[in-house]
């Protein structure tokens, strides 16, 4: 019980994210996206531990209706953040009850 108490709160987060990411998947639509910006997200970490960098990456993409629509993509890969310029094309995943929340597929594939 004390190393899910410790351990719980580090790795909870990542697996609550890794399974929203295999529903949208699984279950949503995949259509292709422009980079709007990238933020950083700001996390706090334990004093002498390296910190965990994350960004929400912003981006617009067509819905199955043909409208524009906007939604935020969490990332941990620094290296394909340096990557994603605006305007840059990438694939994402939905679902239609979760439209401003995706799943940036380029985390997983590459």
Not at 9 to 23: G, K, N, S
Not at 85 to 102: C, M, N, R
Request: proline residues 7%.
């Amino acid at each position: 019980m004390f190393i899910l108490l410790v351990f719980g709160p580090l790795y909870v987060p990542q697996l609550r994210e890794l399974m929203r990411a295999r529903r949208a998947y699984k279950n949503g639509e995949i259509p292709r996206a422009k980079i709007v910006f990238v933020k950083k997200r700001v996390q706090t970490t334990w004093p002498g531990w390296p910190g965990s960098s994350s960004s929400d990456v912003f981006v617009r993409y067509p819905s199955v209706a043909g409208h524009n629509r906007e939604a935020t993509a969490f990332c941990q890969n620094d290296w394909l953040i340096a990557q994603l310029a605006p305007g840059a094309t990438v694939h994402i995943a939905y679902l239609e009850s979760e439209p401003t929340h995706a799943v940036l597929l380029e985390n997983y594939l590459r």
